[in-house]
């Protein structure tokens, strides 16, 4: 709790009675959940008082993999309150049922007077809540009455358009819609029922809709048709152009009932294109017989996917919408940077919105924002919320969808709590209030004094918030695992990081206990958290806390450097970026574009090139050797990860400079662009960091010297930039009273020294333009601008794999790695491991060779697809080290090239890209 | 040279030199584009001209000779030095401490420039510790009889300071003008190195391209850390394709991927930075010298705590499919038991059958040497008896505990292995063992059988305590003992196998009857003979544990120890084999 003045207090040593009364320090929880948020709540409990907490300690984050034992026992205070499972949750409905069975048992015979499941997959699970409220304990979180409404889609979407919240528009129930059509009313149907001989008994009590439907089932069950395709057609056209009267811009898809894997379904632009759709898809569906069930869903195809949500807070009788997040920027159903969105932060931005495009955009975003407040207000009242919970939508353009509740806390929660405090006032006294910063301490309180709490005011923290996932992934944000922590450098000012207590050091010696990213549970690591006065210093504390991190270890990959490169991407373009769900993958393939090119990119190469072009004379040879490093360490720097080279592009590109045709023209000075470059591959100088991490002494000089050469000569003269650039090209001095003629030429040849060999910095933009990458772009109503080569699936596809080249086979044959006995199956009573025919993973367990009563299990570093096993009952033989086990096709065959080839192509790519050809 | 940039502190001063001198004035010649790096309104001509009297020469070549070292070989080799990504000997002095070295031998050599390698005193968090480090940047590195004395006396000065070495190796090795000279150079500074071995220990760090005496001289040291993209060697490949005809390339022939199989080097990192981190990390485990013990950290978690995590593990391991004959990585047992559950392996790459480790129980430093079966089964083969002895040998030279966790089912054996000499390598881990005295305890956590089990620490090699768990199989064979304790049970059932043939039963019933029986032997001798109860009966174990309890038992025997136990050098007769 957050005092008048700004002070961190508990409820208990308030002087106000009325806060008192709020008291939390009866609670004794168990957090059954793992990641960020177990160690956040840990966090959160202490500081709000209760009396004591207690954990689950899972098999896999103890005993499974070494170096990962959870982290957040190194500062544990309660000892006794460790509570060992197998796991979390149960695989299957069985193991589930068990699982709830075993937290129960633990939480009732500990004691434990509340449950908080985070944001844990058992957290909005109604049976699990409803078997917690059974018990007597209080589920820290919504109650299953609202999970078991709100958390079923279809239930959720029915509630919705009762209370007219805007769902994506359809039908569900097309055969029956026509059935009545056809029919009329009541009567009609019971005449249709009986001309085919069916028994069918009106039912008064439900729509006209709903009998129609119980008599197609009759129909079904008889093979009798009372629908047909023509009748279907026309209704379909008719619901269609019901649609397109609203949202005339869209395309509209039919998807048979029973379809799947895009058999059965077809998305129609127009009128005419309706009759011929549904015949299809019945005709690919074969329900074209008669009789056959031919109901297909109508929905509203939405193109333009954005993710957002409002997060709610309620106790049942009051709702109150906290603002929206924008999750749009994820992969794979996986969230990576959730940005707050706000009505204040809306208001500023349109009113500072240079064009009238941009304005018109976050105009209609305001609009959306505010309608998605109210109804999700509307529905989380109607469901009877009574913690918190966040109301998902798509958005496109100005129409929102609502998609469901989730009635927990999420992930992305703390970029809310950036924006939006709580303000709770005394009613019987305006003078008496608190703040409540954490949506979790709001959980607590919620779940003890829930109906006593009056409605609080959302009070306006920051402008902006955003959160950045850091993930155990690789550079095509596939889950990486096995790496090994080493070192992770503290948080720095206005960065908040739940990182499961991983930065927990030792506390005997104070040294950073290494820890294995196993990758039992799911890739994420850390999430990490800042805020800002607009979202432009919101985003630029984020990239400048990437930059900063260090995060070393061995085998280690994490996206670190893909959300570098992404936020410095949108710092170029506009911070008020609207991407869609499917951005992400679209910038992947942009930046697999990159990598491309410059795996081939041989900067010494280069740079010896340009020598011979400028052999100017001894006097510059010297100057230019000098200049070495400093020009050429940063671009490999940058050129050894596309990712960062990404966001260098995007964040420079058209300020630093343009193209005119394939020619790159500066729009700065080079001297300048190179200082960028240091600053942004964090290597500038600074005083705390050790000299491999900054630019070599030596460079540092010249940089220095070069950099004020320039402010200098432009202080001395008073001259304008674009008029001392000019007269140095020209060579006249262009202010002889300032300047004596002896000092200007010795300018000239500080012009020409610092200016030298500088033209290699062009190979970035070049390489971006050749790769396809800088392409990529926002336009003016902020939406992304993606070339074909980055949206059509099958170059993604490509594209993307050029980030992380998997793992290849030397040869067609896995042998045995040692001598022994050799087994197919771990028991006698198992089926064999893998068979012929059988694709196995990279690392996935083959067979078995036992060394002195030994069983190892044997697997290999790529993937591929056993063709014949040479060991067909064969259990308990021996084997002999490098005896083929089986016959394999390797995913990826190693294409072996000679080093003579490697060098030629990268000579070419290289040289390419100082003489513009075409590759 | 101004007189503030002597005031202004060691590092500045490097800085400042550069810019100096390295900024020249261009010179102007006709008719010519000209180039300079250099801005003309902060450089003005000639202004040097305040009074110069006798004091300020001396002041002068005083400066120039205290910065001569710090410049090493000129700007021009430093960019090339930093140009291969290696940083120089000044700079990775500031990434081990930002406290300013104390340089000892400053301008030692001919030229004045300190001899191509710089010997000094740091001060790391509070402890005192030797370093040298070559300057690539000055002959590339190179040694002659002058830097090799004066290398030699830094490490004398550490052996008898007592103080911890690190030696950071950058260098191409003997300077081949010197002659015999670069020889004699070595020479001293292996004798210096070999004589402080097992007086303090030592960390040898090898960056860049190092070989011959750049090789050997470091490998004498306690500990190598090798970085990616070095070599170190014999000779380069250069000289291997001359002499041998090989076509190698310098990773291949010396890299980190070569030595850390090997078993050269210790450890193996990202880069320098990460050498250095890690040689920092490691140091925290070892003791100044062999007469105090490594660094006590009191710990704040429990020695007594029940440690539910064992208990689990061996439930789950035991009781899968495989039972009893199920693999598991054994340090997956030893964070359960370590303070906060940190370790520090060496030599994590390769012949991983056998773990060697740091950890602390109850805040003492502990040498750690188990078993571990997710590999290999465990087996003792000739790698991981190397690994095993070395560590067996440092802990025992620097009064560092000992703790062995045993589950192996013997030395390996077959042709490879006694090919390669496994008889004498097995014998080295043995003698190792035997000749340990510092406190030293035992747990048989599964198998401990034949050969292993008395070599492995046992009671008679000198253990102070031997434990077991109630998992453990103690017995002078592995299951295939069964042929020679049940000799004459066999014998019948195959006797009765022939004999129901003779009488006419189908040969499958036959066998099947036969296997039945020898089954059945099996499984009598698992359970008669493999576990500790004629271990416990002879008293060649102490006691039985449960699980759950080896922290406690283990933590309390070790601190126990400790307070008898009185840090000492090594004394007594040498033995004929290390």
Known sequence: MITQDGKVQKFNESESKWIQSFDLSSIKCLIVCRGPVRKEAMDVFDEIGIQEYGILLSEKDSIVYPMTLAPELRSFRFKENIHRVPDYMGAGQEEKIKRIGEIIQIAKSNYYTHIFAGYGFMAEDAEFIEAIEKAGITFMGPSSHVARQAGAKDQAKKIARQLKVSVTPGVDNISALALVRKAKNEEGLKKIAKDNGLDFKLNAKVSLEENAETLLELSYAATKELVTVVDLQEEALSESKKIWEKFSKNRIRYKYIGGGGGKGQRVVKGADEVKNAVMEILAESKVLSPGSNRNFLIELNIENTRHNEIQLIGNGDWVLALGGRDCSLQMHEQKLLELSNTQELLQDEIKNAASPAKKASLKGDLKVLTEMEEQSEVFGKAVGLNSVSTFESIVEGENHFFMEMNTRIQVEHRVTEMAYKLKFTNPENKKEFFYIESLIEAMALLSLHGKRLPKPERVLRNISGGEVRINATNQSLQPHAGGVIHNWSAPIDHEIRDDQGIGILDPDTGLFIHYRLAGAYDSNIALVVSYGESRRENLERLAHILKTTVLRGQDLQTNLPMHYGLINWILGKDVMFKPNTRFMLSYLAAVGALAEVIKDVDVDLIWEHLKKEAADNKEAAKVRARKYTLLTRPLKALLSQPHTLAGFLGRYHGKSWTFSGNDVVFQKNTLEILNDLYVYLNLEDTAEKDPCHKIWDHDLVILKEGLSFYEDLKTQTGLECSVVKEALISGKNPSPKEISEDVWKHCQAAHHGFQLANDILKIIPTIGKISGFLDLDIDEKLDAVIPEKFTNTESIHTLVKKLTPPPKAKSDEIVAPMGGMFYSREAPDRPPMIKAGDHFETGQALFIIEVMKMFNRISVPFSGTIVSCCMEDADGKIVTKAQPIFKIRPDEMIKEETEEEIQIRRKKVSLSLIHQEKI | ?578
């Open chain 2, 1 to 578: 040279m101004p007189e503030s940039l002597i005031l202004t502190g060691y590092f500045s001063y490097h800085l400042a030199f550069l810019k100096y001198f390295d900024l020249a004035k261009p010179a102007f010649m006709e008719n010519n584009k000209h180039s300079s790096l250099k801005n003309p309104f902060t450089h003005s001509e000639g202004s040097h001209t305040k009074p110069h009297g006798l004091y300020e020469s001396a002041l002068d070549m005083g400066n120039q000779l205290i910065e001569r070292p710090l410049h090493g070989g000129g700007v021009d080799r430093i960019q090339v030095q930093h140009s291969k990504d290696r940083m120089t000997v000044w700079e990775r002095i500031k990434v081990l401490t930002d406290k300013e070295p104390n340089i000892y031998y400053q301008n030692w050599g001919t030229n004045l420039d300190g001899a191509s390698l710089v010997t000094g005193i740091l001060k790391v968090g509070n402890r005192d510790v030797a370093i040298y480090g070559h300057d690539f940047t000055l002959r590339a590195g190179s040694m002659d009889a002058t830097n090799g004395s004066k290398l030699a006396r830094l490490i004398l000065m550490a052996g008898e300071h007592g103080i911890p070495l690190i030696g950071m190796n950058d260098s191409a090795g003997a300077y081949v003008p010197a002659g015999v000279g670069g020889l004699d150079g070595y020479s001293e500074a292996f004798t210096a190195l070999r004589k402080i071995s097992g007086v303090v220990p030592s960390i040898m760090l090898m960056f860049g391209f190092n070989a011959g005496g750049g090789s050997y001289l470091p490998r004498q040291g306690s500990f190598m850390i090798q970085c990616e993209n070095t070599f170190f060697g014999l000779t380069g490949p250069g000289v291997v394709k001359t002499v041998l005809g090989e076509d190698i390339s310098a990773d291949d022939l010396g890299g980190p991927k070569v030595h850390s199989q090997s078993g050269v080097v210790d450890l193996v990192t990202n880069d320098e930075y990460g050498s250095l981190k890690r040689a920092l990390r490691l140091l925290s485990y070892l003791p100044d010298n062999n007469r105090t013990f490594a660094p006590f950290t009191p710990t704040s978690d429990p020695i007594d705590r029940f440690t539910y995590e064992e208990e689990i593990l061996f439930r789950k391991t035991f009781n899968s499919p495989t039972g009893m004959n199920t693999p598991f990585d054994i340090t997956l047992f030893l964070q359960q038991i370590t303070d906060n559950g940190a370790y520090f392996e060496l030599q994590p790459t390769r012949a991983r059958n056998l773990i060697t480790a740091f950890g602390r129980m109850g805040g003492h430093v502990v040498g750690f040497v188990a078993n571990n079966s997710a590999v290999s089964s465990g087996q003792i083969d000739i790698g991981a008896a190397r690994k095993g002895t070395r560590f067996v040998r440092f802990c025992n030279l620097y009064n560092i505990p000992m703790i062995f966790l045993e589950d192996t089912t013997g030395f390996l054996p077959g042709k490879e292995q006694e090919h390669g000499g496994i008889v004498e390598e097995g014998r080295r881990l043995l003698d190792s063992i035997i000749d340990l005295r510092t406190p030293r305890l035992t747990l048989i956590i599964r198998n401990a059988f034949g050969g292993a089990y008395a070599t492995f620490n046992s009671y008679f090699t000198g253990a102070d305590v031997v434990y077991t768990l109630p998992t453990a199989r103690i017995a002078v064979m592995g299951p295939a003992g069964k042929d020679y304790v049940y000799k004459d049970e066999i014998q019948e059932l195959n006797r009765a196998y022939k004999e129901n043939i003779k009488n006419g039963m189908p040969e499958a019933e036959a066998r099947k009857t036969r296997d039945a029986g020898l089954a059945a032997l099996s499984q009598r001798y698992e359970r008669e003979l493999m576990n500790p109860k004629e271990a416990l009966s002879l008293g060649s174990v102490s006691s039985v544990i449960r699980p759950g309890t080896s922290r406690k038992v283990l933590g309390n025997m070790i601190t126990y120890l400790m307070s008898k136990y009185q840090p000492s050098p090594m004394t007594g007769v040498q033995r004929e084999f290390e």
